[in-house]
């Protein structure tokens, strides 16, 4: 530490299936992260890569910690040390670490630059998420909520549902759910209730997501937005709406939620915001869930192409990257629906299937050696 204490840190690094390919997932600097956590993060990647079909595994790594009690040198310090102690199985064709929760593209530069130093030389595809100017990829940072909007489009020209006017309430306003809002703002959908860890607040003609955002970035609260009626944080879940985006946190809309959520499908951009029990009910109902497996891959997506692309040393533009993005999801989402229809399944247990299915062929024809 900064005043020459030695401050013990746990973490973690997760290989939860290779068959697809080298293992990949985020980093999360979290106070409460557990081994189980990562575990479960871990086999959650191996499901989502498969889904998509990106040349991929499953993994996920953590450090328990609370980053905001460190100085930017102890930061620093942390990080480097986590990645020489993962350093032996991480690499470009073993392990590709990601952000995730509490980590950034510093981090990533960081982490990049440790293995660099160990390696004695530069792999800039060892992890993905980096700055720009050191191998990152154009339209990363918008990618997962560009995800979640392209899924919510795809679902809405299956329930014969035109986005222009449609009504969205967003649950959670960081990246992704401020991302996918104002792509659906942008298609003309009204964006008619947000709710964050501060509140929630509703206007019937449309809140505009790039003035709620500006409004945050200013130091200012939902509580705290004019041009909105500020609502109850649990009537949130009452407002009458065509798309629902959970993307907040896991576990968010139970059995008692999902009997009162009034929406026409639901789009899950967070991980897990929907318990089994919920789930269940929202079948009951006929109410269709886009799972977090499909609608949020847009990140794992756009971090192949990184990887791809510094591998191959090539160089793509934003706009062929939001291209083959597209052009990925909506292959997969395709693939989903045909499942769902066929077997007559939920979308969730389609797109398990699906993922499932794709891993077990890749086992097979690998075999077992020795």
């Not at 959908?189 to 947000?194: D, F, K, L, N, S």
């Not at 009452?238 to 798309?243: G, K, L, P, S």
């Amino acid at each position: 530490m900064d005043d020459g204490a030695v401050v013990h840190f746990e973490g973690y690094r997760v290989h939860h299936n290779t068959s697809r390919g080298p293992a990949k997932g985020g980093v999360r600097f979290q106070r409460d992260a557990t081994l189980a956590e990562v575990m479960a993060l871990s086999a959650w990647m191996t499901i989502k890569t498969a889904l998509v079909n990106v040349p991929f595994g499953g993994g996920k790594g953590a450090v328990r910690v609370d980053p905001s009690l460190l100085s930017p040198g102890e930061l620093e310090r942390l990080t480097r040390r986590y990645t020489s102690e993962i350093a032996s199985f991480i690499g470009p064709l073993k392990d590709i670490p990601a952000p995730d929760v509490n980590t950034n593209p510093q981090i990533m530069a960081w982490m990049m630059d440790t293995y660099a130093s160990r390696e004695g030389a530069l792999r800039t595809n060892v992890v993905t998420g980096k700055p720009l100017s050191l191998g990152g990829s154009p339209a990363r940072a918008d990618a997962t909520g560009r995800g979640v909007f392209i899924c919510a489009r795809q679902m809405a020209e299956r329930a014969k549902l035109d986005l222009k006017g449609a009504r969205v309430a967003v649950q959670g306003f960081g990246n992704v759910g401020a991302g996918a809002a104002r792509f659906l703002h942008e298609s003309g959908a009204r964006i008619v209730a947000i709710q964050d860890i501060s509140g929630a607040v509703f206007n019937e003609d449309g809140l505009n997501p790039a003035e709620v955002l500006d409004h945050l970035r200013r130091g200012g609260s939902l509580r705290d937005y004019r041009p909105a009626e500020k609502l109850a944080k649990d009537a949130f879940w009452d407002v009458e709406t065509d798309i629902l985006i959970p993307a907040a946190l896991e576990g968010q809309i139970d059995a008692d939620v999902a009997k009162r959520v009034r929406t026409r499908f639901v789009v899950e951009g967070a991980n897990g915001p929907t318990t089994p029990a919920g789930d269940d009910v929202f079948r009951a109902r006929n109410i269709p869930v886009v799972p977090d497996v499909l609608a949020n891959a847009g990140g794992v997506i756009v971090s192949y192409f990184e990887w791809a692309t510094d591998s191959g040393s090539l160089l793509w533009d934003e706009e062929e990257i939001v291209m083959r993005l597209r052009r990925v999801l909506e292959d997969a989402f395709a693939a989903v629906w045909t499942l769902h229809e066929r077997d007559r399944m939920d979308l969730r247990t389609a797109a398990y299937v699906l993922a499932c299915q794709r891993i077990l062929e890749a086992r097979r024809l690998r075999g077992l050696f020795p």
